[in-house]
T-cell receptor, first 113, second 119 residues
Framework: NAGVTQTPKFQVLKTGQSMTLQCAQDMNHEYMSWYRQDPGMGLRLIHYSVGAGITDQGEVPNGYNVSRSTTEDFPLRLLSAAPSQTSVYFC????????????FGEGSWLTVV | AQKVTQAQTEISVVEKEDVTLDCVYETRDTTYYLFWYKQPPSGELVFLIRRNSFDEQNEISGRYSWNFQKSTSSFNFTITASQVVDSAVYFCALSEPNAGGTSYGKLTFGQGTILTVHP
């Protein structure tokens, strides 16, 4: 997981609060994405970006916002946290060129009470 | 739409047994990529293998081997002589090609298989 840094690692939020999960990579990767992991459901794509200034929705985008103002950073914002957003969040990045490995961050454990 | 099914929710074996983790996928793309990831108890995701749809050769890496069969849309993963350190959740994933068809894009993950290896 070298090169993809997620913060915070653990967070407890109250329903209705907002927060931002940070993701940064120093490998000059064009492609970055956010996944959430829930028991029995694997990882599901929330949002992704193919480069600075370009973002798109994944499978489960509702309740989340993203932006990509720089190549290095891809923050995930929870606008008004809900208990259903209790999950483990993974950020991932890779070069867009064919054959490149996807690198995952170490995960952020979020609990909404 | 893409779909990945890992029918085995949990597998429990005794050390030194061989174990196969099943992965079946669905896609309409003719070009796609398949992956296996390991998630140990510490929580991080560890990349194990990537295979593109044009390469049906089986692969062996130490005690790990992968059997890719397009005819049955399966990409199974076998651990030979399992060890306690193999205990983890294993994810199979499928990726569609990007817009230009030159690389892989979004990943669709299976539900994961929890493997427990007992001493």
């Amino acid at each position: 997981n070298a090169g993809v840094t997620q913060t915070p690692k653990f967070q407890v939020l109250k329903t209705g609060q907002s927060m931002t999960l940070q993701c940064a990579q120093d490998m000059n990767h064009e492609y970055m994405s956010w996944y959430r992991q829930d028991p029995g459901m694997g990882l599901r794509l929330i949002h992704y970006s193919v480069g600075a200034g370009i973002t798109d929705q994944g499978e489960v985008p509702n309740g989340y916002n993203v932006s990509r103002s720089t190549t290095e950073d891809f923050p995930l914002r929870l606008l008004s946290a809900a208990p259903s957003q209790t999950s483990v969040y993974f950020c991932a990045s890779r070069l867009t060129a064919s054959g490149n490995t996807i690198y995952f961050g170490e995960g952020s454990w979020l609990t909404v009470v | 739409a893409q779909k990945v099914t890992q029918a085995q929710t949990e597998i429990s074996v005794v050390e030194k047994e061989d174990v196969t983790l099943d992965c079946v996928y669905e896609t309409r793309d003719t070009t796609y990529y398949l992956f296996w990831y390991k998630q140990p108890p510490s929580g991080e995701l560890v990349f194990l293998i990537r295979r593109n749809s044009f390469d049906e050769q089986n692969e062996i890496s130490g005690r790990y081997s992968w059997n890719f069969q397009k005819s049955t849309s399966s990409f199974n993963f076998t651990i030979t002589a399992s060890q306690v350190v193999d205990s983890a959740v294993y994810f199979c994933a499928l990726s569609e090609p990007n817009a230009g068809g030159t690389s892989y894009g979004k990943l669709t993950f299976g539900q994961g298989t929890i493997l427990t290896v007992h001493p």
